[in-house]
T-cell receptor
Framework: DAGVTQSPTHLIKTRGQHVTLRCSPI?????VSWYQQVLGQGPQFIFQ???????GRGNFPDRFSARQFPNYSSELNVNALLLGDSALYLC??????????????FGQGTRLTVV | RKEVEQDPGPFNVPEGATVAFNCTYS??????FFWYRQDCRKEPKLLMS???SGNEDGRFTAQLNRASQYISLLIRDSKLSDSATYLC??????????FGQGTELSVKP
């Protein structure tokens, strides 16, 4: 069975550019969450989507946006990239948005470097 | 103050040692608690959930003290393969997973 897949695995962008990161959840999982992990820190919550609707948003600027498609895959978009956006971006999928009752599985992440 | 705070690392221990990680959380309404393991440059993976009654999984024991808002993880008989970063994670009322900074463990031969 395929786990959570993210693409691309690595990306280098220049300040001011925009980037789109993609995530395919585990088959049957309807909830997708996005996290940003900068070096030396734990992952920070960015967005959660369930059944194509935004269920939660972390403390990130409006440059960050996301969406979920009918097949439950998801995209994270970041506009006007800053050097500080360099991080590992993780996608997690779960059966439902309630992590209390269902384990969240993470993809291998997209490592974004902004130069 | 961070919502979830962990012991600063790194912890360097010999094989066979017992090591304990501590974690505190600030939101008393937090619902669920977990320990995740993250290997270098890899994704986090669930190690175990943490229950008020305490729970054990082989060499790993997790404890939760809701009154003190304190979570712990004990690893007995450390193996080289236990070397990783251990993340304390709390589920808040909004259903978001809140991660601590992580504590790096290095087990040496």
């Amino acid at each position: 069975d395929a786990g959570v897949t993210q693409s691309p695995t690595h990306l280098i962008k220049t300040r001011g550019q925009h980037v789109t990161l993609r995530c395919s959840p585990i088959s049957g999982h309807k909830s997708v969450s996005w996290y940003q992990q900068v070096l030396g820190q734990g992952p920070q919550f960015i967005f959660q989507y369930y059944e194509k609707e935004e269920r939660g948003r972390g403390n990130f600027p409006d440059r960050f946006s996301a969406r979920q498609f009918p097949n439950y895959s998801s995209e994270l978009n970041v506009n006007a990239l800053l050097l500080g956006d360099s991080a590992l971006y993780l996608c997690a999928s779960s059966l439902s948005p309630n992590a209390q009752r269902t384990e969240a599985f993470f993809g291998q992440g997209t490592r974004l470097t902004v130069v | 103050r961070k919502e979830v705070e962990q012991d600063p690392g790194p912890f360097n221990v010999p094989e066979g040692a017992t090591v304990a990680f501590n974690c505190t959380y600030s939101n008393s309404a937090s619902q669920s608690f977990f320990w995740y393991r993250q290997d270098c440059r890899k994704e986090p993976k669930l190690l175990m959930s943490v229950y008020s009654s305490g729970n054990e999984d082989g060499r790993f024991t997790a404890q939760l003290n809701r009154a003190s808002q304190y979570i712990s993880l004990l690893i007995r008989d450390s193996k080289l393969s236990d070397s990783a970063t251990y993340l304390c994670v709390v589920l808040n009322q909004g259903g978001k997973l809140i991660f601590g900074q992580g504590t790096e463990l290095s087990v040496k031969p």
